[in-house]
Each structure stands twice: as structure tokens, then as C-alpha cells.
């Protein structure tokens, strides 16, 4: 009987923590593209802080893909592959200065903010992304956040 309520109890406690990690996980990635030698990444990375400041949601996830050196760089490839953001990372890894705007459910890239980005157009265009309450006075236009072109592509395409 022990060891049934033992097994019982480890099974709830799987199924309760499987459940809990489902409505945890966001809806959107913010991924930040950057490296050290990177020109203008230290305003795009002031800007993007200062706008998730604004966001503030469980609902948003702040992902940094860092190309800065071999190890920076196996460790972004594995942060990008946790997250179901391959395409993404196999597409820009190596540009940066950037930060895209991912649909986690759909693996879709929703937009880019760079530096040149208004901090107050960026936070409420991740909100939108979200679902979050935001400005519907201010544009939301996609091409005012468009992406960079693919970095890596493949040669037999």
C-alpha cells in the first residue's frame, strides 16, 4: 500500500508540475541578437531594457542570442533550440543589433526592433504581440518593424 500511494503521489506531482510549466511558459519571445564587438547593440540593448520595463508580462520572455565568442555562441544555439526559435537563430545568428519579436506558438517572427526604434512604439508592439492592453492610438504598422534580411542562407537554396 505504500509503495501504490508513493507511486499515486509521484504521479500527481508530474502531472501538477507538467500542467504548471504549460500556463508558465510566454506567449512571445523578445530575442536580442548581440555581440561584444557590436556597434550599436549597447542603445539597442539600453532601448530594449528600458521597454521591457514597460511591458512588465509573464506572458513576454526576453531571449539573448550572443555571438561574441564560440562559447557565447553554443550556448545561444541551445538557448534557441530550448525555445523552438531555430529558424530564427539559424537565419540572423551572426548579425546583430536587432531584436525580433517571436510568436511562440506558431514560430512566427512578428516584427524586428533595432536602435533607431521609438522605446515607447517598441513597448507597445510588444504588448500588442502579447495581447497585452496597450495604446491603440499609436501605429502598429508592420513596416516600422521589419527585419533584416536573412544572414545565413542556405547555398543550395
Not at 101 to 130: E, M, P, W, Y
Not at 132 to 145: E, G, M
Request: charge should be positive; include cysteine; proline fraction near 3%.
Amino acid at each position: 500500500m505504500k509503495k501504490f500511494t508513493a507511486i499515486l503521489g509521484t504521479a500527481v506531482l508530474c502531472v501538477t508540475a507538467a500542467t504548471a510549466t504549460a500556463s508558465e511558459r510566454p506567449d512571445i519571445y523578445v530575442v536580442k541578437f548581440r555581440a561584444d564587438d557590436c556597434a550599436n547593440c549597447a542603445v539597442m540593448e539600453n532601448k530594449l531594457d528600458n521597454a521591457m520595463n514597460m511591458v512588465r508580462s509573464s506572458k513576454v520572455e526576453l531571449v539573448t542570442i550572443d555571438t561574441s565568442n564560440a562559447l557565447k555562441w553554443e550556448v545561444s544555439a541551445h538557448t534557441a533550440f530550448d525555445r523552438n526559435i531555430t529558424k530564427q537563430y539559424n537565419k540572423w545568428a551572426g548579425l546583430t543589433g536587432f531584436t525580433a519579436v517571436i510568436d511562440r506558438q506558431s514560430g512566427r517572427t512578428l516584427g524586428c526592433l533595432t536602435d533607431n526604434a521609438d522605446l515607447f512604439k517598441s513597448a507597445n508592439f510588444i504588448k500588442a504581440a502579447a495581447g497585452l492592453p496597450h495604446d491603440q492610438a499609436v501605429s502598429n504598422r508592420s513596416a516600422q518593424f521589419r527585419c533584416p534580411a536573412a544572414h545565413n542562407v542556405d547555398p543550395g537554396q
